[in-house]
């Protein structure tokens, strides 16, 4: 493809995947309750147990709408990963041959439970930071946050963690489209071990060491695991090349 046809692929990718995430959040719509709910439980927690003023608050006469919006756009971007993982996916897939075709789709197939594992992790995570960081107000002190801050916090840190665990696939893909070699994967283990540090430093709040090493210990492994296939890929090609080049000196 020209670069123009090349863009108008994207926008019409893009297109999809923005119509796909709407849709979704449309029924998320109707989840936000429940899941805010359940996000809500760490603060109500510490005023239970720790018997302490601990509450959500609501700022301004829209927020809470603007709370519950905001729930159904993650709650859409998160029940649609499996159309624009595939869409990403597609994008990349018309200069593969057929074979290769069903390697790059069998890895993808491993992005969506990896995006559900990731959102699953940063869920689980969740209530132990909060607890920790709120931990380190006064006894006598209030914890009072407001809705839309508290929200962000959350929401980031569970699809940070989810985009963290897919992105492992990636790299087996642009392995397998032959723009990163296994080689180059392995050799860069150091830096993708510092930026997964950063990765989660930045997805955990500093102060929760537990929680970040919870995080980068599944990334670093799902790292070196798709530099492995990236290995036995190259190793496949390599024969493959050496075999062809044996038959045409035969010729």
Do not use: C
Request: no cysteine; charged share 15%.
């Amino acid at each position: 493809m020209s670069l123009g046809e090349h863009l108008v692929e994207l926008r019409r990718r893009l297109g999809i995947i923005g119509i796909s995430i709407v849709l979704a959040a449309v029924g998320g719509w109707f989840l936000a309750d429940p899941v805010w709910e359940a996000l809500s439980e760490p603060i109500l927690e510490i005023a239970r147990e720790r018997n302490r003023d601990a509450d959500i608050n609501y700022t301004s006469v829209t927020e809470a709408f603007d709370t519950k919006v905001a729930i159904a756009f993650v709650l859409g971007i998160v029940m649609a990963a499996p159309v624009w993982l595939y869409q990403i996916w597609a994008f990349f897939v018309p200069a593969l041959m057929r074979k290769e075709r069903r390697y790059a789709l069998g890895f993808l197939s491993a992005a969506v439970p990896l995006f559900f594992a990731g959102v699953a992790m940063g869920w689980w995570v969740l209530p132990n930071i909060v607890v920790l960081l709120t931990g380190f107000a006064p006894e006598q002190s209030s914890t009072l946050l407001t809705a839309k801050v508290y929200l962000d916090f959350a929401l980031k840190l569970v699809v940070a963690v989810g985009v963290g665990f897919v992105l492992p696939v990636f790299l087996v893909l642009l392995n397998v489209i032959g723009v990163l070699s296994a080689k180059a994967i392995i050799q860069g283990w150091r830096w993708a071990i510092v930026v997964i540090s950063v990765f989660t430093a930045l997805a955990t709040p500093a102060a929760d060491v537990v929680s970040m090493i919870l995080l980068a210990i599944p990334m670093v492994i799902l790292y070196f695991l798709a530099a492995g296939i990236a290995w036995l890929h190259d190793r496949r090609q390599a024969k493959k090349a050496a075999k062809l080049l044996h038959n045409g000196a035969e010729i």
